[in-house]
């Protein structure tokens, strides 16, 4: 998989999404109802049979029909045969050694596509990074797909935006024109970094809003969380390249919103246990699906130090994680600890 040249077909007629989770699945659903014809891998051979036998993916997405055409496998070379876009949707811990495994499957000069919102731990590296140490790509081929998607809303076909990220516009139209039905509605930008630090920051705000709901607060203090909340995404993005508008567009505060605000979201989820005191094992234990933000904190403020970005909402969800920080103490710091008033 070694060419540089981009093979971009604005209408693909086949593409693979390897990962059949929640949002790989719904994803699959997104791309076939939008005319493609779609073959998704699952790891686990039921999973595979369920889809094709019965258009389920119970585990996932209970009571959701999915389209009659939608194929699955565990076989890796069946998925990804004359597939033109490849869609990864894995945790994001097991992507690197995932791509290790399909490097040599993926057909040459196909957009890779990373629905994942998450940061390699002990690298720090953004997924698109993976993709491109990896599978040796440019970034002409990656695009990040983002956005306030709640898999199974998106699944019963409420209308819902998404943003398409690739530094080449022709590989991100193209995304966007495979992602495009009448319930799901993709936009294009060339902000990867912006595009894909909102995915990733936005759930550990979510981690902090699920806390102090869980400790019982309330909504000035859950708003309160969300705007500063919105401020350290933005000031953290920024200090790696991003444009400030991305933050306030649909990967920005669009999914910070739909996170924060629903019990769907597992990070929101993950962080009210935390609030009802379950510690972190606890809450691991009793997470059944993936919720990047717990993984996340530790490599993201890594990334901060790095920068001298100051981030103390996100701080003080490590510390809550680490067993330092009673929950109930969370809200009062939400601001560093200083008696000098702040400029908002
Ligand atoms: N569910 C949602 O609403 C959305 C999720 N995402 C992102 O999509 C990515 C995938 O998440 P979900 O599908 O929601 O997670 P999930 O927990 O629903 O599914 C994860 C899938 O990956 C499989 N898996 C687990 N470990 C694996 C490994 N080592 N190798 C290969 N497969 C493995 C599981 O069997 C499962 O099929 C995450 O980065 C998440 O942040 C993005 C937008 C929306
Ligand atoms: O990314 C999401 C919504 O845009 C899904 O959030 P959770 O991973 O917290 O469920």
Redesign the pocket.
């Known amino acids: 998989m070694t060419s540089v040249t981009p093979d971009i077909d604005a209408e693909p007629r086949r593409v693979a999404v390897l990962?059949?989770?929640?949002?790989?699945t719904t994803f699959a659903k997104i791309l076939a109802d939008g005319g493609a014809r779609v073959a998704i891998w699952?790891?686990?051979p039921e999973?595979a049979r369920e889809i094709m036998q019965s258009h389920r993916n119970s585990d996932?997405l209970p009571g959701i029909n999915l389209p009659l055409g939608l194929a699955a496998s565990s076989r890796l070379p069946e998925v990804l045969e004359g597939a033109q876009q490849v869609y990864l949707?894995?945790?994001?811990q097991?992507l690197r050694?995932?791509l290790r495994i399909v490097r040599e499957l993926i057909p040459d000069g196909v957009p890779v596509v990373s629905?994942?919102?998450?940061v390699e731990r002990g690298t720090r590296y953004r997924m698109s990074e993976v993709i491109a140490q990896e599978l040796g790509v440019g970034p002409e081929r990656i695009a990040v797909v983002s956005g306030p998607?709640?898999?199974l809303e998106i699944a019963k076909e409420q209308p819902t935006a998404a943003v398409v990220s690739s530094a080449s516009l022709d590989t991100a139209s193209a995304v966007a024109l495979a992602a495009r039905n009448p319930y799901f509605r993709s936009f294009v930008n060339t902000d990867v970094v912006g595009t894909e630090f909102g995915g990733v920051l936005k759930n550990l705000i979510a981690v902090a809003i699920g806390i102090v709901d869980g400790v019982g607060y309330g909504e000035n203090t859950k708003a309160s969380i969300i705007t500063r909340g919105l401020v350290e995404m933005t000031d953290f993005a920024v200090a790696f390249g991003a444009l400030p508008e991305t933050m306030s567009g649909l990967a920005g505060l669009g999914d910070l919103i739909a996170t924060c605000e629903s019990p769907l979201s597992r990070n929101n989820t993950a962080g009210r246990l935390l609030g009802q005191g379950y510690d972190y094992h606890e809450v691991i234990a009793q997470m059944n699906?993936?919720a990047?933000g717990i993984s996340s904190v530790a490599p993201i403020l890594e990334l901060a130090s790095s920068m001298g970005v100051e981030m103390p909402i996100v701080s003080q969800v490590a510390e809550v994680l680490a067993g330092t920080l009673d929950p109930r103490d969370i809200a009062p710091h939400l601001t560093t600890d200083t008696d000098v008033p702040q400029g908002e």
Do not use: D, F, H, I
């Open positions: 990962g059949a989770g929640s949002w790989g699952a790891r686990r999973v996932y949707s894995v945790p994001s097991s050694e995932n629905l994942m919102k998450g998607n709640l898999a699906q993936t990047e």
